[in-house]
């Protein structure tokens, strides 16, 4: 199975491969000259004095020498070189599944794994283009010319050595099924440990916080010490058959020495022939001994090729339709039909319906945990609805290429994620050939251009992953500004002023307000402020919409909305009238 | 602080040095009985692997020819038993090999992982968490070859090299010499290909590490990347960052492998140029049998240095690997317990600032001499512009960073005189960006005190209002949820985390704006909860929404890293001072939006 996959990769380079795997045949049969030699000098030179050879034999032996190595480095690149592309042919591929992957994969797979699958494993597998497949090659060809030669030499006792062969390939066999579940285990810790570290490392702040720097030591000190023992356990299964697979290569010189030997006395050899069996002999001998070594990597190679192959065959429940619509530049009308939505057994959303036409703003309000972010997930498709269908300017989103879908909408989700690039570099990420002006503006109309001109590098100030080094208030303005400048035709907004003060929320509601009469716009809030002049504010309350209107409809209605009115106002101007008047 | 990206080289501050492999062997010391078994093991592997032609060669030379089948016989089962005796070794040696290697592999990372958890924010903040994990994992597993079998066999190779040396010495001192004439060009080649090579390899782990630093942040990013449409683009930078990788692995395999076929080529001229020798000199001291003894000799002493070139191309993987990890090791901590640190007793609660001043870089003070007290109990609220400094002065209290000058003391004790687990312990600290763990909700929130019990854990829920949520999910507090805490919403995991932190059952508890995502029915419901929380506790709490405020003991208005006025709510409003104009502006914000 994992053979075949690799073999697609391999295929567009089969005629390099080719080319590798003939000049691998012709190094081995150049190593065969080099001991040849030394066995003629020995003979004849010096035994016999033919001194006028030796600078004969010294030639061939330093030309075949030089011959060898210059082509044995030539396939060594040419393996180099077809298992890099390999490589970075699947590694892309890796890549791509990862970007069409819905949100359920990154909800329920840790990315610690996904890494050990994009550095271990396919590390694992390079290694095998890159070294096995000629090492396999290059030791079955030096045992089969040898093979042949004995053959030529003396049919029977090449028969009788070879019949030790059966039983290393058993042994091969036995090793093989037996040490492919400890890679696999291997692999598995190695995921496991993957995963420790990499939580380590982004929940640092945590740790800190709390002091908890010892317990995680002992966290990953048990994935470490399991990593450990996996591969002891593997190397346990190495240690049973490897020697005794050394042995039994070995054990062809036995038979050699002995039925050779008494051939020899019966006279059906030569002692010469048997002197040439002899020469030979380390031929057969290494590939034997190497089988064991290279059936470990082979079999490694197979534990990881299929995480790599699994992953690669999982399939996105969100799927782009077979003839997809593929308009540009959807108006932006939303209309939600009976839609319900389900996250396994639990109902999240349940009949939802509401009508919002191309430039109105809809707000969402709703107790934490209520489904606000779920709807405007599903209107951007990163999940399906599992009951009722949204529409878009008419059309089942569904029946929408899900690339365009999501080019008209921007969002600037509520869980903030920035990249480690410039603050430039984050603004423009959903346009990277957006100019510096655009950037800018963008980053004015967000509320952001004032703080990111206080830093010493400004624009060019490099924030950390997530975000890190700014403050709560200054990453939501930032994703603002990032969701802004993509010019959407529709515009959600999942919480992105919660943690920015009253004053800059006012100046960027103001600035925003003929930024939203253009495009739709999804506004989830929590406080009245943000939401109050909607054209239709929607109250969740367990996945269902339990008011919805206008801001002073809804508050004639004296039900959730007023009191979470009354609240924040009602509150605020008691408080207020006590102190100052 | 310069940060770093995907797209740029990290530099590398420590130069090569002898240092890096001593530290290396430094490592392998405890295990030096298990490794000293191993060469008397390979050296008896040797022996008998050496005796193997020799039984050979009297056979053919002696008992064929005289017909000695018996003794034929003897000489096969002595053959066997060397079989037998070198397969025994080999099993032995994977045994231990194995374990030393995988041993000191294991004891390498641990040492990284400790050094990671005493490092500063700072220093996750200014790198790709991406080019920190390959470092800790994939880095340190590069070296468990050259660890385990690679160390062996250089030990067996160098001995078997010098009782070669030592053989040939014995027999003919002129061949010798005339054999080791290879050495000096293979030294000079060495030389020559050593610097190339060393700068591939690290160029080439650079640019390892930036492929790694971009994968993690894709995948760690992906939401944004699908929800911006921007797949083409990641795809087309990670192509590149590919091409790349390719260009300097192919540009650094062809300098690693240029070192077999020097060797190999030395090594047949020098075999060629000692036959010369010694063929003209055969009969002027130099006999035929010391001259087929030479023969072979010639490549018992070129094969392991053969076998020392390929030691030689590991070290050179590992050295530009070796240099990261020990450079993660050696990273100071910027705070760190000082020397006769003393356990903080059990706090009581009273926080005084004197006099403190601190900048994150150096000539940019955030806070310029900021002077408070708070009792025992008090809750002291921040307010103030963004930037002014609120975070900062938290952060400060749980030191987790050091002031460049005056002095935080609790309970009249100097807080860098104390260990930082006693401090840090008795903290509960809610932070702006919530992380939580993959693992079950449980485990998330008694993640602050190991030791509750489940009863506890869910009284904390219940607390911070986050019980009835998460009994609604169908495993309740098993749910499981991962790193980012997907499925959650970020108002719930605003509670989690807050109940978190007050699980810890602090002495003084830190809100950094702990309720921005939480909505205002769960709010309020929080509120009333809260006082009872905070009672006996000191708190600080860091929010934008007044109403949160205004009950506090002891108001802050920060400004420009200085506390510009100070007081109770009531106080601060009688003043008309800069309290009084934000909640007048937040007030006749709220009426115009």
Redesign the interface.
């Known amino acids: 199975m994992t053979f075949k996959w690799i073999w697609g990769y391999i295929r567009p380079y089969k005629h390099l491969m080719l080319l590798g795997l003939l000049m691998t045949l012709g190094a081995s049969a150049l190593a065969l000259v080099?001991p040849f030699m030394?066995e003629i000098?020995?003979d004849r030179?010096?035994?016999n004095g033919e001194?006028g050879l030796?600078?004969a034999i010294?030639g061939i032996?330093?030309a075949a020498?030089?011959l060898?190595?210059?082509i044995?480095?030539a396939f060594?690149?040419i393996f180099?070189?077809v298992s890099?592309?390999v490589?970075?042919t699947i590694?892309?591929q890796i890549?791509?599944k990862?970007?069409?992957?819905d949100?359920d994969f990154?909800?329920?797979n840790?990315?610690?794994d996904?890494?050990a699958k994009?550095?271990?494993d396919m590390?694992a597998v390079r290694h095998f283009v890159a070294w096995v497949i000629y090492m396999v090659f290059e030791n079955a060809m030096i045992f089969i010319i040898a093979a042949i030669m004995l053959f030529i030499i003396d049919c029977k006792l090449a028969m009788l050595m070879i019949a030790v062969t059966p039983a290393i390939a058993w042994f091969a066999v036995r090793l093989a099924m037996e040490v492919k579940p400890t890679f696999s285990s291997i692999r598995d810790q190695?995921s496991r440990?993957?995963?420790v570290?990499?939580?380590?490392?982004?929940?640092?702040?945590?740790?800190?916080?709390?002091?908890?720097?010892?317990?995680?030591?002992e966290k990953?000190?048990k994935e470490?010490?399991a990593?450990?023992e996996r591969?002891?356990e593997s190397?346990?299964i190495?240690?049973k058959y490897?020697?005794?697979l050394?042995?039994l290569a070995?054990?062809l010189?036995?038979v050699m020495?002995?039925a050779g030997?008494?051939k020899?006395?019966n006279r059906s050899l030569t002692?010469g022939e048997?002197?040439a069996f002899?020469s030979f002999i380390w031929a057969l001998n290494n590939p034997l001994r190497m089988a064991g070594w290279l059936i470990n990597d082979i079999e490694r190679f197979s534990a990881s090729a299929e995480k790599i192959m699994s992953l690669l065959e999982t399939e996105p429940r969100i799927k782009n339709p077979e003839a997809p619509m593929k308009r540009d530049g959807l108006k932006g009308s939303v209309q939600f039909r009976n839609v319900g939505f389900s996250?396994?057994?639990?109902k999240v959303l349940e009949n939802i319906n509401f009508t919002a036409k191309a430039g109105q703003t809809v707000a969402i309000?709703?107790?934490?945990?209520?489904g606000?972010?779920t709807v405007v997930n599903l209107i951007?498709r990163?999940y399906d609805c599992t009951e009722g269908e949204i529409l878009v300017d008419g059309i089942n989103i569904c029946d929408i290429d899900v690339?365009k879908l999501?080019?008209s909408?921007?969002?600037a989700?509520?869980?903030i994620?920035l990249?480690?690039?410039?603050i430039e570099g984050n603004i423009a990420?959903?346009v990277?050939d957006a100019t510096f002006d655009q950037v800018q503006w963008a980053a004015s109309a967000a509320g952001a251009h004032e703080?990111i001109c206080?830093f010493?590098d400004g624009y060019d100030?490099?924030?950390?992953?997530?975000g890190?080094?700014l403050?709560?208030?200054?990453k939501q303005r930032i994703a603002l500004a990032?969701a802004l400048l993509?010019n959407p035709s529709i515009l959600i907004l999942d919480?992105t002023t919660?943690?920015?003060?009253?004053?800059?929320?006012?100046k960027i509601?103001k600035t925003l307000k003929s930024f939203y009469r253009d495009r739709t716009t999804f506004i989830i809030a929590?406080r009245i402020?943000?939401v109050?002049?909607a054209d239709l504010i929607l109250v969740l309350d367990e996945g269902r919409i339990i008011e919805q209107g206008r801001h002073q409809e809804l508050l004639n209605l004296k039900g959730?909305y007023y009191?979470?009115f009354v609240?924040?106002?009602g509150?605020?101007d008691s408080?207020?009238e006590q102190?100052?008047v | 602080m310069a940060r770093n990206k995907f797209d740029i080289d990290e530099e590398l501050t420590s130069p090569f040095n002898m240092e890096h492999a001593l530290r290396l062997l430094a490592y392998l010391k405890p295990y030096k009985a298990k490794i000293f078994i191993t060469v008397v093991l390979m050296l008896i592997s040797n022996i008998a692997a050496l005796s193997g032609p020799y039984l050979i060669k009297i056979a053919i030379d002696e008992f064929i020819p005289q017909k000695n089948i018996p003794g034929l016989g003897l000489l096969s089962v002595i053959f066997l038993l060397t079989l037998i005796i070198s397969g025994i070794c080999l099993k032995f040696r994977i045994r231990l090999m194995s374990e030393v290697g995988h041993r000191v592999v294991e004891n390498i990372r641990s040492d990284i992982f400790a050094n990671l958890q005493k490092l500063p924010f700072a220093y996750y903040d200014s790198r790709p968490h991406g080019k920190i994990l390959v470092r800790v994992v994939n880095y340190v597993n590069s070296l468990s070859d050259l660890l385990s079998n690679g160390i062996i066999n250089l030990i067996t190779d160098l001995f078997s090299l010098l009782v070669t040396v030592g053989y040939m010495l014995y027999i003919d001192v002129r061949l010798t010499l005339v054999s080791l004439a290879g050495l000096p060009p293979l030294v000079i080649a060495v030389f020559l290909v050593k610097d190339i090579q060393r700068k591939r390899m690290q160029a080439l782990s650079m640019k390892q590490s930036n492929v790694n630093a971009y994968i993690h942040e894709s995948i760690c990013g992906m939401k944004v990347t699908q929800s911006f449409g921007r797949e083409n683009e990641n795809f087309r930078i990670f192509s590149e960052l590919g091409s790349e990788y390719r260009k300097y692995w192919m540009s650094f395999v062809s300098s690693l492998f240029i070192m077999w076929p020097i060797i190999e080529n030395i090594s047949v001229l020098g075999a060629g140029f000692l036959y010369l020798v010694g063929i003209s000199q055969l009969g002027k001291g130099v006999s035929v049998g010391v001259l087929i003894a030479f023969v072979s000799y010639i490549w018992r002493f070129w094969m392991p240095i053969t076998n020392l070139g390929n030691f030689y191309n590991a070290i050179i993987n590992a050295m530009a690997y070796l240099e990261r990890i020990f450079e993660t090791i050696d990273e100071k901590p910027l705070v760190d317990n000082l020397p006769g640190a003393v356990d903080m007793p059990a706090i009581q609660g009273y926080v005084e600032f004197r006099n403190v001043s601190f900048g994150y870089d150096e000539g940019e003070k955030i806070l310029k001499g900021v002077s408070f007290k708070a009792d025992k109990g008090d809750t002291i609220a921040l307010v103030g512009p963004t930037g002014a400094g609120k975070t900062t002065i938290v952060s400060l209290i749980s030191r987790f960073y050091d002031l460049d000058s005056g002095t935080i003391l609790i309970d009249g004790e100097d807080i860098s005189k104390v260990t930082l687990e006693s401090l840090r312990s008795q903290m509960g600290i809610m932070m702006q960006d919530t992380f939580i763990f993959s693992g079950t909700i449980m485990d998330n929130i008694r993640y602050s005190r190991l030791d509750a019990s489940d009863e506890e854990v869910i009284e904390a829920a219940k607390a911070v209002k986050a019980h009835d949520f998460i009994s609604g999910l169908k495993d309740g507090y098993y749910t499981q949820v991962n790193e980012r805490g997907s499925r959650l919403s970020t108002g719930q995991r605003q509670l989690i985390s807050f109940a978190r932190a007050l699980l810890a059952n602090p002495r003084i508890l830190i809100l950094d704006e702990a309720t921005s995502s939480i909505d205002t029915k769960t709010e309020l419901a929080l509120q009333e909860g809260l006082e009872r929380l905070l009672k006996g506790r000191t708190s600080f709490i860091i929010a934008h929404r007044l109403s949160t405020i205004k009950n506090a003991t002891k108001i802050m208005y920060i400004d420009k890293g200085n506390i510009v006025e100070h007081g109770t709510h009531a106080e601060l409003m009688r003043a008309k001072g800069a309290y009084y104009k934000l909640f007048s502006a937040q007030y006749s914000l709220l009426e115009a939006m």
């Not at chain 1, 990862?98 to 992957?101: C, P, S, Y």
């Not at chain 1, 570290?197 to 709390?210: L, P, T």
Request: hydrophobic share 35%; net charge negative.
């Open positions: 080099n030394t000098i020995v030179v010096i035994s001194t030796l600078t010294i032996t330093v020498t030089l060898k190595s210059i044995r480095y060594q690149l180099e070189n890099q592309n490589f970075k590694r892309e890549y791509d990862l970007q069409k992957l949100f990154f909800d329920k840790r990315t610690g996904i890494m994009m550095t271990g590390e190695f440990l993957n995963s570290v990499q939580e380590n490392i982004s929940g640092n702040r945590v740790v800190k916080a709390f002091a908890k720097e010892k317990f995680e030591i990953f000190e470490n010490s990593y450990r591969n002891i190397a346990e190495w240690e490897l020697p005794v050394d042995s070995g054990s010189s036995v020495i002995f030997g008494i020899v006395i002692l048997l002197v002899n996250y396994g057994d639990e309000i709703g107790p934490t945990g209520s606000k972010s951007c990163f690339r999501r080019e909408i921007s969002v989700m509520q869980d994620f990249f480690s690039d410039t990420y959903g990277p703080f206080g010493p100030t490099i924030v950390g992953e997530r890190v080094g403050s709560g208030g200054q990032r993509k919480d919660s943690s920015v003060d009253l004053e800059t929320e006012h509601q929590h402020s943000s109050k002049n959730y009191n979470v609240n924040q106002f509150d605020f408080v207020y102190e100052v």
